[in-house]
């Protein structure tokens, strides 16, 4: 399986590329983590949110592989726990080769994106800085996965 990352970012510190580098090489050869960083468009004093949210979501729709399984990230997402989390991973392991986590820039993402995605997901009603949420999300994946393998890391 193929587990892509799309995110609008200006810039990710070494610290989170460090983390997130980490967490992607702990998979066996079975999954295969992609990064792609796409740039925001620029915010200046008079920008316009919607069109900006509405380009920008667009941007990230069309670097999406074909029959790519797709979750938004979205603060209005369904909230799950580490079981459930488990239990969507093994159907995504059963229903793609392709699962796309899709990251908004810091306004979010277009109502037409989360339509178009197969599932979006809120990881907490609180706001985290932009560079940490790639991390949770891999280490999450992670986790589950590794429940999947009967591995001890979630002891």
């Not at 587990?3 to 460090?18: G, V, Y």
């Not at 702990?26 to 999954?31: D, M, V, Y």
């Not at 820039?105 to 990881?123: A, I, R, T, V």
Request: proline letters at 5%; glycine letters at 4%; hydrophobic letters at 35%.
């Amino acid at each position: 399986m193929n587990i892509n990352f799309l995110t609008i970012e200006s810039s990710r510190p070494s610290w989170a590329k460090e983390a997130f580098e980490d967490y992607s090489s702990r998979f066996n050869k079975s999954i295969k983590v992609n990064w792609n960083g796409l740039k925001p468009l620029k915010r200046t004093s008079n920008y316009n949110k919607d069109k900006t949210i509405f380009q920008e979501s667009e941007l990230l729709l069309s670097a999406v592989k074909e029959r790519s399984y797709l979750v938004c990230l979205d603060k209005s997402g369904k909230s799950l726990d580490t079981l459930q989390l488990k239990s969507r991973f093994e159907g995504w392991l059963t229903a793609t080769n392709n699962l796309t986590f899709l990251i908004g820039g810091p306004d979010g993402l277009s109502q037409n994106c989360l339509d178009k995605s197969n599932e979006n997901w809120s990881l907490s009603p609180l706001t985290f800085p932009h560079a940490i949420v790639p991390v949770m999300i891999i280490e999450q994946i992670y986790r589950v996965w590794s429940m999947t393998q009967n591995h001890p890391y979630h002891r």
